[in-house]
Nanobody, 113 residues
Framework: QVQLVESGGGLVQPGGSLRLSCTAF????????MAWHRQAPGKQRDTVAT???????NYADSVKGRFTISRDNAKNTMYLQMNSLKPEDTGVYYC???????WGQGTQVTVSS
């Protein structure tokens, strides 16, 4: 049974930073593409960033230059460093093992003054 556990969400002021973590239990994430997704209130879930097994990354236009996705295979963990946060970044952030379609439970990020 694979379990993904996200952490690091919270309330932050505009312009602030947060780092999200996603740790996998029951699977070795180094052999899979992983992704972060975001669901804002009343909107569909959108992909924010992806990272392949070789470390290639891809970002949504709305977060390019502000967010950085990374992975530590030794810790079976993926990260999302979020800088210069904006109110429109508010939402529930989910991590995902793409090939297996496994999802975490989500962590809330709220950007507000």
């Amino acid at each position: 049974q694979v379990q993904l556990v996200e952490s690091g969400g919270g309330l932050v002021q505009p312009g602030g930073s947060l780092r999200l973590s996603c740790t996998a239990f029951g699977s070795i994430v180094s052999i899979y593409t992983m992704a972060w997704h975001r669901q804002a209130p009343g909107k569909q879930r959108d992909t924010v960033a992806t990272i392949t097994t070789s470390g290639n990354t891809n970002y949504a236009d709305s977060v390019k230059g502000r967010f950085t996705i990374s992975r530590d295979n030794a810790k079976n963990t993926m990260y999302l460093q979020m800088n210069s946060l904006k109110p429109e970044d508010t939402g529930v952030y989910y991590c995902n093992i793409v090939e297996l379609n496994y999802w975490g439970q989500g962590t809330q990020v709220t950007v507000s003054s």
